[in-house]
């Protein structure tokens, strides 16, 4: 596995590349780093060349304060590492990233595949979600950083419908660890995304497209898997009983084959 320092503006990127083949980019999830990826990488570097990074204010990666645009990074990434197309495989904030990609610069974007992803532009509604965000922002305000973690974790990790008990520990732990180490700083980012927002452009989305999603997600998580896959051309929805916000995590194997899946699809489709 090589490593390298992406400088891109006044941001320094880590990023890790391996394997040979056709290239996947994997881009992690808000609430933790380029380890969540950890489960897929051996699956992948057999037969592609793989590249993970961490975001900014994740992981290894820190930089000035103030706006930027997640794809940009995403594209100064596959730039440093001579790619000029990719398939990108994202999660949550990194699905929302991917998408964004492809809207921009569908010609890069060799096929998605996207895991309980954001989508720039979309508004939640579920009141029961929406009224979890006010503690989670006075926790941040008044610095008790290791209460912000643990509501994010029992929203994202464990999902409505279940307990952190009832999560595996050892993904417990380890999300526990990337989140935590990501704040302050993650929260301080503002995120910039391409006009009119992709929630309002997803027709246009030429890439063959995956959508994963776990039924014990929270509620507006499920209704963007339904509107990316209703709205966007070529696209394939995947419902996973009993996980939530990461499938990746929760039951690799199972998420390995249907990633292994989908690029061999999009490579017998000639994408």
């Not at 990461?246 to 249907?258: D, G, I, K, Q, V």
Request: proline fraction near 7%.
């Amino acid at each position: 596995m090589e490593t390298r320092v992406v400088e891109f503006g006044d941001a320094r990127i880590h990023a890790e590349v391996s394997g040979t083949g056709a290239a996947v980019v994997l881009l992690h999830t808000g609430i933790s780093d380029r380890r969540m990826w950890d489960p897929q990488v051996p699956a992948l570097e057999a037969g592609h060349l793989v590249v993970r990074y961490d975001a900014r204010g994740y992981g290894n990666t820190r930089a000035p304060v103030g706006p930027y645009a997640p794809h940009e990074d995403l594209f100064a990434v596959m730039d440093a590492f001579g790619i000029a197309r990719a398939h990108l495989v994202g999660g949550s904030m990194g699905g929302a990233t991917a998408i964004d990609a492809a809207l921009t610069e569908p010609d890069r974007v060799a096929g998605l595949v996207l895991a309980a992803p954001g989508l720039a532009g979309y508004s939640f509604t579920d009141a029961s979600t929406v009224s979890r965000w006010p503690p989670i922002e006075e926790a941040y305000e008044k610095g008790e950083y290791d209460r912000v973690v643990e509501l994010e974790m029992e929203m994202w990790v464990a999902g409505p419908r279940r307990r952190l008990a009832d999560v595996d520990p050892r993904i417990v732990e380890k999300v526990r660890t990337m989140l935590r180490a990501s704040y302050p700083g993650s929260a301080k980012f503002e995120l910039c995304h391409p006009e009119p927002p992709a929630v309002e452009r997803l027709e246009a989305i030429e890439a063959l497209t995956l959508v994963v999603v776990g039924d014990a997600d929270v509620p507006d998580m499920l209704r963007i898997a339904d509107t990316i896959a209703a709205q966007v051309p070529h696209a394939l929805k995947v419902v996973m009983s009993g996980v939530a916000h990461l499938p990746n995590m929760e039951r690799a194997a199972e998420f390995n084959a249907l990633v292994l899946g989908h690029l061999e699809h999009v490579t017998e489709e000639g994408a």
